[in-house]
């Protein structure tokens, strides 16, 4: 994570309109989102917003404060990047020669990626891990060509066993 970042895991009702109104809130106090995922759970009338955001402490808790004010916010958790297992998934469609094809098929091997899609002239793979690893792989391969690039947000769970995850209120 970068500097100055904040992870928050953020329970809401799952209906139209929440993200429009989560999204306005950050957007109104001119808060930046640097990542955002939002996914149902597995109890279906509820997703969980996974937002990554940049600032100080004080700005973390008017933010979570703002977010508590929202009739479709369950639950708020600030996550400890130490105890919590944060991912992101990269799909890229890289330029290959048959002099490169090789190489940038072994470089997604050392990166744990895997090919998903290829045909003469290209390459799609998908790498999943943390962001500092993505960076790297986006580095090395943008010297073969970046056609075409998909970043998701980041996703982020709590290491260990939560007794309290169900409990929806």
Do not use: W
């Not at 899609?117 to 799609?124: A, C, G, Q, V, Y």
């Not at 998908?126 to 970043?151: N, P, W, Y």
Request: aromatic letters at 6%; charged letters at 30%; proline letters at 1%.
């Amino acid at each position: 994570m970068k500097k100055g970042q904040f992870i928050l895991s953020v329970l809401v009702s799952n209906h139209a309109g929440v993200l429009t109104r989560i999204s306005g809130l950050f957007s109104r106090r001119n808060f930046n989102i640097d990542s955002l995922n939002v996914a149902v759970t597995e109890d279906p009338s509820f997703s969980r917003m996974t937002i990554i955001a940049r600032g100080d402490e004080a700005v973390q808790e008017q933010i979570e404060k703002q977010l508590a004010k929202l009739h479709d916010v369950k639950k708020i958790e600030l996550l400890r990047p130490e105890k919590t297992v944060l991912r992101e998934h990269l799909l890229l469609k890289i330029k290959v020669t048959k002099k490169t094809r090789g190489e940038i098929v072994e470089s997604v091997n050392i990166f744990r990626g895997r090919v998903v899609d290829f045909n003469l002239d290209s390459l799609t793979v998908e790498v999943t891990g943390e962001s500092d690893k993505l960076d790297a792989f986006i580095k090395f391969v943008s010297q073969f060509g970046i056609l075409e690039m998909c970043r998701a947000g980041a996703l982020a769970v709590k290491r260990g066993t939560m007794a309290d995850d169900t409990d929806y209120e």
